[in-house]
């Protein structure tokens, strides 16, 4: 399975609500075993500048690269690239993860 996780930051903290809205599209693309989209919590004690984040289970790297290649996926980032100041992706495969017994 492959773990997508994208974190976000808004340029302006009043588009927070645009950036999630504009991402939302991604939750209607079908590839995905799980998906979510969420605003940060913040709860650290250092400065913390990621908004918004988007974390997505995918059987396999096909059905990622699907995900992608869909239109939406195209039409969230013509909507939230203007908005975004920071954007930060990590894909990895759970079979390679170092696990805690």
């Not at 059987?59 to 908005?83: C, F, G, N, S």
């Amino acid at each position: 399975m492959i773990r997508h996780i994208v974190l976000f930051s808004a340029k302006n903290e009043a588009d927070i609500a645009r950036v999630i809205d504009g991402l939302a599209l991604l939750a209607k693309i079908p590839h995905a075993r799980r998906f979510e989209i969420a605003r940060n919590a913040k709860t650290d004690q250092i400065e913390n500048k990621i908004d918004v984040v988007v974390y997505g289970e995918f059987d396999d790297e096909t059905a990622l690269a699907a995900y992608k290649a869909h239109a939406l996926y195209e039409e969230a980032i013509r909507l939230v690239r203007p908005l975004r100041e920071l954007r930060f992706a990590v894909d990895y495969d759970t079979a390679s993860a170092v696990r805690s017994m």
